[in-house]
């Protein structure tokens, strides 16, 4: 059985720090798309960073150059450095993993449960 465990988020006045993680557990063959979603009241869930499998990674366009996503040697771990933090930045921030469990499986979307972003002064 494939998890996603995130880690971090908080209360952070603006123009502060933080920093998430993610570590996908269980069986994987592979993870072809990781990263990170968010959703604030009343919107919907909103790409903000995804890693592929060349390590190729996209940002939404308000979080660029103020976050970064990067994964670690094994694959299975991904951060996300938040730096300048904001108020409208405030959300549920979801992990998610578009992997497959064995060489022959198809992949799946996984995701985390969830970790609270709030940036107020």
Known sequence: QVQLVESGGGLMQPGGSLRLSCTASGSIYAIYNFGWYRQAPGKERELVAVTNDVRSTRYE?????RFTASRDRDWKTLDL???DLKPEDTA???????????AASDAEHYWGQ???VTVSS
């Open 92 to 102: 549920v921030y979801y992990c998610h993993a578009y992997l497959s469990q064995t």
């Open 61 to 65: 366009d308000s979080v660029k150059g």
């Open 114 to 116: 969830g970790t609270q």
């Open 81 to 83: 450095q938040m730096n």
